[in-house]
Nanobody
Framework: QVQLVESGGGLVQAGGSLRLSCTAS????????MGWFRQAPGKERDFVAV????????YYAASVKGRFTISRDNAKNSVHLQMNSLKSEDTAVYYC?????????????????????WGQGTQVTVSS
């Protein structure tokens, strides 16, 4: 089992920045690709970003590319999402996710069912 705990959400004005963090406990952190999803009210969970085990490769949703940056620190079992130039449409609950890459070896995943563990979510609200 892997436990994921997010932090860093809050209220910010449009154009501002927030940094989300996720701390993992349980299994070997470097076995997992780590990512972020988000879910706005009344909408499905959408992929945001994913990072491979080493942190050397990343992939972003088109809607956030160039504004968001995902990073990880394997020594601290943590993953971060730096969000800049925030827009009202970024308002959502953000979820940290983990994908066990020891089974498939594929680290890029954009569907919710491809991830093995989820955090409880943290609210991000962008006011216009």
């Amino acid at each position: 089992q892997v436990q994921l705990v997010e932090s860093g959400g809050g209220l910010v004005q449009a154009g501002g920045s927030l940094r989300l963090s996720c701390t993992a406990s349980g299994r070997t952190f470097s076995n997992y690709a780590m990512g972020w999803f988000r879910q706005a009210p009344g909408k499905e969970r959408d992929f945001v970003a994913v990072i491979n085990w080493s942190g050397g490769s990343t992939y972003y949703a088109a809607s956030v590319k160039g504004r968001f940056t995902i990073s990880r620190d394997n020594a601290k079992n943590s993953v971060h999402l730096q969000m800049n130039s925030l827009k009202s449409e970024d308002t959502a609950v953000y979820y940290c996710v983990a994908k066990d890459t020891t089974r498939s070896g594929l680290w890029v995943a954009v569907r919710p069912d491809e991830y093995d563990y989820w955090g409880q979510g943290t609210q991000v609200t962008v006011s216009s």
